[in-house]
Nanobody, 123 residues
Framework: QVQLVESGGGLVQAGGSLRLSCAAS????????MGWFRQAPGKEREFVAA????????DFADSVKGRFTISRDNAKNTLYLQMNSLKGEDTAVYYC????????????????WGQGTQVTVSS
């Protein structure tokens, strides 16, 4: 098992930046591919970004391509999401998740989840 704790959310103006972190504990972090999802009020949880165990491949939702970057530091057991040029539609609770798959973009493919961190973008 792995336990995940997100941090770094907050209130930011449109056009601003935030970096989310996801600290992992428990079973070896480097054995999991990781992902970020988000859920806005009244909407389904949606895929944001994913990264393989060794950072060799990343995937992004079309809505965040060119603005968000996903990375990980296996030595620090930490996953990151750098969010730039934020828009109002990026407002949501952001979740990190772990999967034993090579990489995944669907939330049902993930095995472990954090509790989420709120990101609010004001216009």
């Amino acid at each position: 098992q792995v336990q995940l704790v997100e941090s770094g959310g907050g209130l930011v103006q449109a056009g601003g930046s935030l970096r989310l972190s996801c600290a992992a504990s428990g079973r070896t972090f480097s054995t999991y591919a990781m992902g970020w999802f988000r859920q806005a009020p009244g909407k389904e949880r949606e895929f944001v970004a994913a990264i393989t165990r060794n950072s060799g491949r990343t995937d992004f939702a079309d809505s965040v391509k060119g603005r968000f970057t996903i990375s990980r530091d296996n030595a620090k057991n930490t996953l990151y999401l750098q969010m730039n040029s934020l828009k109002g539609e990026d407002t949501a609770v952001y979740y990190c998740a772990a999967t034993t798959r090579y990489i995944a973009t669907m939330y049902l493919q993930y095995d472990y989840w954090g509790q989420g961190t709120q990101v609010t973008v004001s216009s």
